[in-house]
């Protein structure tokens, strides 16, 4: 649809195939085309059979090209010996940012101005975008990614031991956890111990029942008043099909909020203890704590993960573990 509005203008001429690669190109590489980058490609197109064949090929060309497939952050040699990044640089860097997309024409053009460089030029674009809805969209999909809640999906839980973990409660608690984000970012305090510390939640019809609350902006039981930390989101994602896991939220914790890594287990470790089936949680992971090998690194996960003990493998809380449920 780009090619075809930016050939409608024209007449199949060298002038009109240097126009489209020009136009198309800039929209691609996210900055203008040199112009040996121009007649090259343009090239493409007055030496195909046909001008219609000679743009398909050359938007082919354009889009195979590593500029269009990479972002590149090269900048220009500066004289104490550093580097500053070009103004489509800046314009890439805050598109893909604040968008998670090339950049849209206003910013390609307030960068062909010289208008990115200081950084006043740099925070009236980025208020600017912000402002716009794909900024939300954004940050959504990040808190979604940086979670890795999108596992919501396809995560799967026994039907016998959680029968009402249906298709619509996972689209429910996907929901939630982003709604919060985009609240704290763009109406609550901006500050990130809020998203840990929040004693709300967003919550719909089908989540209410779930956790037994009303819908729209509600405030949660004390035992959720942790922010995400309480979401169903995460403590459905991050647990076994019938049962809940201290290591796996533990380890959810360490990595995803504290940026910390663990090495890889070794091939002899086991998966969940297979001790007494009435035994609670607790008891039946201190075979980690036990053993020496095993401790190493269950140290570290555990403690933090049993934290987590007041949820069930889909988030309900409850103040009884009988079975390791």
């Not at 909020?257 to 607790?282: H, K, S, Y």
Request: proline residues 6%.
């Amino acid at each position: 649809r780009v090619a075809d509005q930016v050939v409608a203008p024209c007449s199949a001429s060298r002038a009109c195939a240097e126009h489209f690669v020009g136009t198309l190109g800039r929209k691609l590489f996210r900055r203008p085309l040199s112009t040996e980058e121009q007649s090259r490609y343009a090239n493409v197109i007055t030496s195909a059979p046909d001008f219609a064949t000679g743009v398909k090929l050359a938007t082919r060309t354009l889009l195979a090209s590593p500029h269009f497939l990479y972002r590149s952050e090269l900048g220009v040699a500066q004289p104490d010996g550093t580097y500053r990044l070009t103004g489509f640089e800046v314009a890439t860097a805050l598109s893909y940012s604040l968008w998670s997309t090339t950049p849209d024409d206003t910013l390609l053009d307030t960068a062909a101005q010289g208008k990115l460089e200081s950084r006043a030029d740099v925070e009236r674009e980025a208020r600017r975008m912000v402002a716009d809805s794909r900024a939300r969209d954004s940050l959504k999909a990040f808190a979604t990614q940086w979670l890795g809640i999108e596992r919501l999906v396809t995560v799967d839980k026994a039907p016998t031991v959680f029968p009402s973990f249906t298709p619509e409660l996972r689209a429910s608690m996907a929901a939630e956890t982003p709604a919060l984000f985009e609240h704290v970012v763009f109406e609550g305090t901006g500050r990130f111990d809020e998203l840990l510390t929040a004693n709300y939640s967003f919550v719909d019809a089908t989540l209410a029942r779930h956790l037994g609350t009303g819908t729209g902006r509600v405030e949660v039981p004390a035992i959720r008043a942790a922010g995400l930390l309480g979401h169903s989101s995460v403590l459905t994602s991050y647990a076994h099909s019938d049962q809940s896991s201290p290591v796996k939220r533990g380890v959810f914790v360490r990595e995803h909020l504290l940026c910390q890594e663990f090495p890889t287990p070794p091939a002899n470790a086991g998966g969940v203890p297979r001790i007494d089936p009435n035994a609670t949680t607790r008891e039946r992971f201190r075979q980690h704590s036990a053993d020496p090998s095993c401790r190493a690194c269950h140290q570290y996960m555990d403690e933090v993960g049993f934290g987590f003990e007041g949820f069930d493998a889909i988030g309900r809380a409850r103040t009884k573990d009988l079975g390791g449920r």
